[in-house]
């Protein structure tokens, strides 16, 4: 061994683009998922600290990294939870089993993007929503928020997106998505 190679050199990681928490990294991720993680942010803004939607949109915007993000997407979601608010929170309520007080801001906003994409943004699959909301709630929601949103998401995807949702399970278990 030549004097500049260690005597157990570390082991290469694998470039899968997750982090050794499963989240995935940042040079993984869509504009669309960046424009997630900001909406998240200014929800929570929004729900912990009673902030106007327009100064959370100024602030997110000056916020390392907007760039990347998908800024339509990002408006869309942002504005549309806030002004939709109570039609989101009267959808979601009937599958809680607890108080929506009793919510962490995090799951709370999560849910809220989540039902307002259902909603308002077609051309993204309901499965993709889901998915995309389960992955946020496993990076910043608490230790098993993310199996709460799963399964309040999963409850509404049928009454949402009925007829997406009734194509897909109508699909033979081996077929690609």
């Known amino acids: ?31 669309r998922s960046r424009a997630r993680e ?7 803004q929004h729900l912990v600290g009673r ?18 993000a998908d800024a ?11 002004t939709s608010a109570a ?10 089993d607890r108080k929506m007080t009793d919510i962490s801001p995090i799951e709370h906003a999560v849910m809220w993007m989540g039902v307002y994409e259902f909603q308002h943004c077609l051309d993204v699959p309901w499965r993709v929503v889901l998915n995309e909301c ?3 709630a496993k990076e910043f929601g608490g230790t098993d928020g993310h199996k709460y949103v799963n399964g309040v998401l999963g409850g509404l995807a049928p009454q949402l997106r009925a007829d997406e949702v009734a194509a897909d399970k109508a699909k033979p278990s081996g077929a690609s998505r």
């Open 1 to 31: 061994m030549s004097e500049h190679t260690p005597a157990n050199p570390a082991p290469k990681q694998k470039r899968t683009g997750l982090t050794s928490t499963g989240a995935r990294k940042a040079a993984a991720k869509s504009n």
């Open 38 to 44: 900001f909406a998240l942010q200014a929800l929570y």
């Open 51 to 68: 902030n106007e939607a327009t100064a959370i949109d100024a602030f997110t915007r000056d916020l390392a990294g907007f760039h990347k």
């Open 72 to 82: 339509a997407h990002y408006d869309a979601l942002l504005h549309g939870c806030i």
């Open 87 to 96: 039609d989101l929170d009267a959808l979601i309520t009937p599958l809680l």
């Open 134 to 136: 389960i992955e946020l």
